[in-house]
């Protein structure tokens, strides 16, 4: 996981609240990624970005909002969680070429 | 349809046992393709890449097949150990704006 950092690792939140999750990283990657990954489940595209700046939807964007204002940080805001939202979020960098990711730690959502 | 398809979803095997994992997919990927294990709450991490003009890649007791006619690849693991157990993900790079496309992995649970 070096190279990329999420803040906070735990949280919960109730029901309406709002939060935002960062993706920071230092390897200077182009692409950054939000996935989450419920129990059991494989991971699944939020939102992503392939450069500062940029952004574009994955496979579940609904109830998510994400900013890429400065190329080393991809924040992912949740604006009224819903339990739904209850999941493990990671964040992912990549280069143009390679399709090696790197991934952060993961954060554990709680919504109750 | 999911551009990157793996099979099984979920798969149990005797320690010491043999195994293969399979993934097709349609999209026209750029460059390679790469497994990647994911340990329970961690990120994944990368475990081979296969470039299109290769057919065969080993890594310890884990090899990679690619048939970029058939658009499908495998994961022969060899003489499975416990700590195998793990999700083992599909990537790779397409789609419009070359972002990496992650299969669903397969859940592999080795048992004693």
């Known amino acids: 996981n070096a190279g990329v950092t999420q803040t906070p690792k735990f949280r919960v939140l109730k029901t309406g609240q709002s939060m935002t999750l960062l993706c920071a990283q230092d390897?200077?990657?182009?692409?950054m990624y939000w996935y989450r990954q419920d129990p059991g489940m494989g991971l699944r595209l939020i939102h992503y970005s392939v450069g500062e700046g940029t952004t574009a939807k994955g496979e579940v964007p609904d109830g998510y909002n994400v900013s890429r204002l400065k190329k080393q940080n991809f924040l992912l805001g949740l604006e009224s969680a819903a339990p739904s939202q209850t999941s493990v979020y990671f964040c992912a960098i990549s280069d143009r070429v390679r399709t090696e990711a790197f991934f952060g730690q993961g954060t554990r959502l709680t919504v109750v | 349809k999911n551009q990157v398809e793996q099979s099984p979803q979920s798969l149990i095997i005797l320690e010491g046992k043999n195994c293969t994992l399979q993934c097709n997919y349609t999209v026209s990927p750029f460059s390679n393709l790469r497994w990647y294990k994911q340990d329970t709450g961690r990120g994944p991490v990368s475990l081979t890449i296969m470039t299109f003009s290769e057919n065969t890649k080993s890594n310890g007791r884990y090899t990679a097949t690619l048939d970029a006619d058939t658009k499908q690849s495998s994961l022969h693991i060899t003489a499975s150990q416990l700590s195998d157990s793990a999700s083992y993900i599909c990537?790779?790079?397409?789609?419009?704006?070359?972002?990496?496309?992650f299969g669903k992995g397969t859940k592999l649970s080795v048992k004693p």
């Open positions: 390897m200077n990657h182009e692409y």
């Open positions: 990537v790779l790079r397409g789609g419009s704006q070359g972002n990496l496309i």
